[in-house]
């Protein structure tokens, strides 16, 4: 335990943040500053022939980045640097979207058939099987750490707390939605997330566009000090951090690790699956991902917070923030945000649940890639037939007893003490970061706009 968090918090935590700013700048660079500079041509991308198919693949993807991360993460950033730390989280999600944009692209350039991801892109684009297998590794053991166990627990805590209900059953209940939905494979998982998502993300903002609405004449005196104290050291700090934190409580980051989703590798994996012929397109779905999970929904959030200080130098995480709510809800504030993370972590423990999938099919695909050999050939997929990639009875067999592993593990972790949970989740988390980092810097140049 000591090896695993001293490993974390010594070197993979500041080799990850460093490798992850790295990585936008050198991005960035590369695109000419795209997509920063063309918020316009972004939007019309979204549009067009198969748009459909694009926005399920970007619903399944939003799902594992949703959730208490998005408030705690918030509440956490305020606290520690003031307001001024908005202005900051926001700077930070705009230097994410680069590197979701990047390696979406590079998921739909090398995605074979209806597969693919950073495990396709750090084999066929760079000849290293190995260590796509190590990233598909690290996937799998992450689903039953972040993807589940943690999200599960938080969901259990919430309504043990506000309602009484003991933690057990609220993992058997996640434990028969989530087989009922991951049993039946992708078409399944993206048409949930395709209902649930728009459905969570609209309830949210309507939740909070109500509260600060109410209190409109607020507004500007809150966005001078988010703008007058962005460019003092504890809001830069704080903000950065924050916005890092938010996102590293989807994963279990949460004692000082820097991480954030846009880099780690897994939302490629959902994308791979829209019917488009277009990298570049895909990528923009990426990009809009990005924007409603932190710039809208967080930026809400910090703005009801905002709107009662009397709180921030009391309170951190969850508590600031249902604070924040109850002090215009009152106690049904405590309610709404229970439902909110049970809904939340619902969504991504099926969410994850696709990605581990995905990497045992990495392993038992019939298809092998031979070291020195031709690799295949960058597939658009305009036609998502399979046919070349047809699912063994090895791959179906190790999928069912994962499922129901899976899904035993979500009543186990509805119990369980997190400590040894979150070290695990950290280093996991850590290195598929640093891995896919670094993999989409050397393939920069195959990544156009």
């Not at 930070?92 to 979406?104: C, P």
């Not at 592993?405 to 979500?410: H, I, P, R, S």
Request: positive net charge; charged residues 10%.
């Amino acid at each position: 335990m000591n090896i695993i968090t001293n490993l974390n918090k010594l070197i993979l935590s500041p080799v990850m943040f460093a490798v992850l700013f790295i990585c936008g700048g050198v991005l960035l660079i590369r695109l000419r500053g795209f997509p920063l500079t063309s918020p316009v041509r972004v939007i019309k991308g979204l549009m067009g022939k198969n748009m459909l198919s694009s926005f399920k693949a970007m619903t399944v993807a939003l799902a594992g980045t949703l959730g208490v991360g998005n408030i705690v993460g918030v509440a956490t950033a305020i606290h520690m640097g003031g307001a001024g730390s908005v202005f900051w989280m926001i700077v930070s999600a705009l230097v994410a979207m680069v590197i979701k944009y990047a390696e979406i692209y590079l998921a739909i350039l090398y995605r074979q058939g209806k597969h693919g991801g950073a495990a396709y892109y750090i084999r066929d684009g760079l000849g290293l099987p190995r260590l796509a297998g190590l990233f598909s590794v690290l996937c799998i053991i992450a689903s039953f750490t972040v993807g589940n166990i943690i999200q599960v627990n938080a969901a259990a805590l919430s309504f043990e707390s506000e309602f009484n209900i003991p933690p057990v059953w609220i993992g058997i209940i996640i434990a028969i939605v989530a087989f009922l939905v991951i049993y039946k494979g992708i078409g399944r998982i993206s048409s949930f997330t395709l209902r649930m998502i728009p459905i969570l993300s609209v309830t949210y903002i309507i939740v909070s566009l109500i509260l600060i609405c109410t209190n409109y004449t607020l507004i500007p005196d809150i966005i001078k000090n988010i703008i007058t104290s962005a460019f003092t050291p504890d809001s830069a700090v704080g903000g950065v951090l924050g916005f890092l934190i938010m996102k590293s409580l989807r994963y279990g980051v949460v004692r000082g690790i820097g991480s954030n989703e846009a880099g780690c590798g897994t939302a490629p994996t959902a994308h791979a699956t829209a019917d488009t012929d277009s990298p570049v397109k895909q990528g923009y779905w990426g990009i809009f991902e990005v924007f409603v999970d932190t710039v809208l929904l967080c930026t809400l959030t910090a703005l009801v917070i905002l709107m009662y200080p009397q709180h921030i130098a009391e309170y951190d995480g969850m508590v600031l923030a249902i604070k924040a709510y109850e002090s215009f809800y009152g106690g049904a504030a405590g309610y709404l945000l229970a439902g909110a993370i049970f809904f939340f972590a619902l969504s991504t423990v099926i969410c994850w649940s696709y990605y581990a999938v995905e990497s045992i099919y990495y392993f038992t695909k019939k298809e092998v890639y031979k070291k020195g050999g031709e690799s295949p050939r960058p597939y658009y997929a305009g036609k998502l037939s399979d046919s070349n990639h047809t699912e063994s009875r090895k791959f179906l067999f190790i999928k069912r007893i994962y499922i129901v592993a899976y899904c035993l593990v979500c009543i186990v972790g509805a119990v369980l003490s997190l400590e040894f949970v979150w070290e695990l989740s950290d280093i996991t988390i850590a290195l598929m970061t640093i891995i896919n980092c670094i993999c989409i810097i050397k393939l920069r140049n195959e990544i156009n706009c």
